[in-house]
């Protein structure tokens, strides 16, 4: 059985996609039980109209939800004990739930997670990893937004805990990773991204194969199962790809319903456009995860729908199902074992 | 008359590509005279098949190749004064070209171009400057790969010269600028993008129009005309929508090739495709152009074939027609004549 804790009022449309994106997730995971965290009478009313779902569920009334446009200081003030958000996160912190899914705006979620999970030993910032499709299946790109900027150290962290990533979600033994930079040559790039590529090679770790540079073009090629940046980069890269991917999109609309040939040949090819659709589906692959915490905690995209919403249920049951957070644990301890000088008598 | 001087040995197909892009672009625009730098044995033969081409050029002969795996010293080391990379970069210095075009590597372009050209007053660095496709039309992103991280004061200076671009290419008076950022609210991202708001909005500029932070999906949308940003997120940005670009463009193919309605389809839309295609061919949009120097130098990328290469002398073509270097020079005398402080006897 596994347990997962969803903030329900998270989100821009809260109850009203959390419940039902709940209850489909439910359908494709029976074993999955749910503690619900919300305001009674905004979500019981929906929860009634589920009755699987309510039967796996408790559910616990907050007085307070985090609005979306939040800045997480004010956030964590207002919300923290009280709010369906930290509720939420912190039953994964009393061993009540094995993972928290929120909608909810990123910055709070974070904050919050950080205050109350606290960061793994060894482990100066938490990432955001989000999974992105590629010609050959999928890859793990982290961070994709939670802090700003990295050093070498960060970098080779992040390396770390998405290789461990990569073995929960893709199950392969030793993931390649790849930094992302501007060049494929050892010449260019940031000196922390060269520093950290330098540590990477040097770590030889048996938990991931450090494959060098990738470029921006990589990430849709899928050349590598774990793509490393800082948060900065990390999200302009994604954004630029899905807007990339929602204005072809468009443009094929407006082509194939210009003509009545290219009506009529649409609606042959249907299927084929339907495949096509699916593979893109944005939400197919919703839930970026938070990694370095001492817990679990996915969060969907704000203004998803319920399909998207039970993607990142998904995710989360994934990563609990094949022991995240013990992979990073462990691959941490193995790294930071071999680093540190050996202490006692035999070192002197 | 516009006169281009062009690197002929430049790109993966030096001037099989270059020749014949050359041509092309002659027959859109007869009033240019090209001044053509390469290595005679290999450039004469080609271009004896193309008479018209051969008629506008003046050729001369250069005994050295940049090659587009060479370090950026290297190259200069090697190629300063005697290449055609060179040589094609200092007959804009001269005044014999208006605009030089290389599809050569641009590390070494952009190394070249800055030794020879030098930077203008009060540019410190230059930026390479895309046009890139959008749903409502094109916009100006920079800097797409010139240098890496830019403080504040860069930040400002790529928006006027990027105004400049846009006011050149789109013939709009006050092109509107966005900071590329994380978030839209006030509170996010690096402090070097936000000191650069600051500034963007106190200078309250004549040239641009400051929109206020925009995020990677605002890219494709076209949110604003202009794109600012440093040059390790702008390439990495670039290089993401490129690559998911040819991603969708893989799986639409495969898709509509799966089954036979979907061929018959397919058949039936193929206008609708082949309009598509046309709109996303990255041919069109090739032409990279350096900014903040004494003369315009254009990239062409390395392994387009001949149409990308004449779209690359069409943006150097526009560029000049419209007088990019001195609206340029013209803005950034007028901030600076703005910022600096009265002097003489009225600012006792």
């Not at 407006?254 to 299927?271: D, F, P």
């Not at 704000?302 to 990142?312: I, K, P, V």
Request: proline share 4%; glycine share 10%; aromatic share 6%.
């Amino acid at each position: 059985m596994i347990k997962i804790s969803l903030d329900v009022m998270g989100g821009d449309f809260g109850p009203d996609v959390v419940i039902p994106g709940a209850a489909k997730a439910l359908d494709r995971h029976p074993d999955v039980n749910f503690i619900l965290f919300g305001i009674e009478s905004q979500c019981l009313p929906i929860l009634a109209k589920y009755p699987k779902l309510k039967e796996k569920s408790v559910f616990h009334h907050c007085e307070v939800a985090v609005a979306m446009d939040e800045k997480p200081s004010q956030a964590l003030r207002r919300g923290r004990y009280h709010s369906s958000m930290w509720r939420a996160i912190e039953a994964v912190k009393t061993g009540e739930a094995d993972v928290a899914v929120s909608a909810g705006n990123t910055g709070a979620l974070m904050a919050m997670a950080k205050f109350c999970l606290r960061t793994m030993a060894n482990i100066e910032r938490p990432a955001i990893a989000g999974i992105w499709p590629t010609l050959k299946g999928e890859s793990v790109v982290l961070d994709i937004g939670a802090t700003i900027g990295a050093d070498s150290q960060q970098l080779l962290d992040f390396a770390l805990m998405g290789g461990a990533m990569a073995r929960a979600l893709f199950e392969i033994e030793r993931p390649t990773v790849g930094l992302l930079n501007v060049g494929v040559e050892e010449v260019k790039g940031l000196e922390e991204v060269k520093e950290a590529a330098r540590m990477l090679r040097e770590a030889n770790l048996g938990t991931i194969e450090y494959y060098g540079f990738v470029e921006g073009d990589d990430l849709g090629k899928g050349t590598v199962d774990v793509v490393v940046t800082e948060g900065f980069t990390g999200n302009i890269a994604l954004k630029a790809a899905e807007g990339t991917a929602r204005q072809i999109a468009e443009l094929l609309r407006n082509a194939m319903s210009r003509t009545l040939l290219s009506r009529i040949g649409y609606l042959l090819a249907r299927s084929a456009f339907d495949r096509l659709r699916e593979k893109l589906d944005p939400r197919k692959v919703n839930g970026g995860v938070f990694l370095g915490l001492n817990g679990i905690v996915i969060k969907s995209h704000g203004g998803t729908d319920a399909e998207g919403f039970a993607a990142a249920v998904d995710v989360g049951y994934d990563m609990v199902r094949n022991g995240l957070t013990e992979k990073i644990q462990n691959d941490l301890k193995k790294y930071h074992a071999r680093r540190l000088p050996p202490v006692g008598p035999e070192a002197a």
